[in-house]
Nanobody, 123 residues
């Protein structure tokens, strides 16, 4: 089992920044591909970003590429999502996910999920 706890959400103005963190406990953190997904009101959950076990490879949804950066610190068992140039359409609940055998952009690939953290971007 892996337990994931997100933090760092909140309210930001358009053009501003937020940094999300996801702390993991349980099994060996470095065994898992980590990802961020988000779900806006009335919409399905969507892929945002993923990072490989070592951190050497990253993957982004086109809508966040160039604005968001995913990173991980395996010693601290934490994955981060730095969000810059925020837009109102980034408003959503952001979820951290972990998977051992994944297709990075595919939600069903991930075995473990956090409870989510709300991000609200005002115009």
């Amino acid at each position: 089992q892996v337990q994931l706890v997100e933090s760092g959400g909140g309210l930001a103005q358009a053009g501003g920044s937020l940094r999300l963190s996801c702390a993991a406990s349980g099994r060996t953190f470095s065994n898992y591909v980590m990802a961020w997904f988000r779900q806006a009101p009335g919409k399905e959950r969507e892929f945002v970003a993923a990072i490989s076990r070592s951190g050497g490879s990253t993957y982004y949804a086109d809508v966040v590429k160039g604005r968001f950066t995913i990173s991980r610190d395996n010693a601290k068992r934490t994955v981060y999502l730095q969000m810059n140039s925020l837009k109102p359409e980034d408003t959503a609940v952001y979820y951290c996910a972990a998977g051992s055998t994944v297709v990075e952009r595919v939600e069903k690939s991930y075995n473990y999920w956090g409870q989510g953290t709300q991000v609200t971007v005002s115009s």
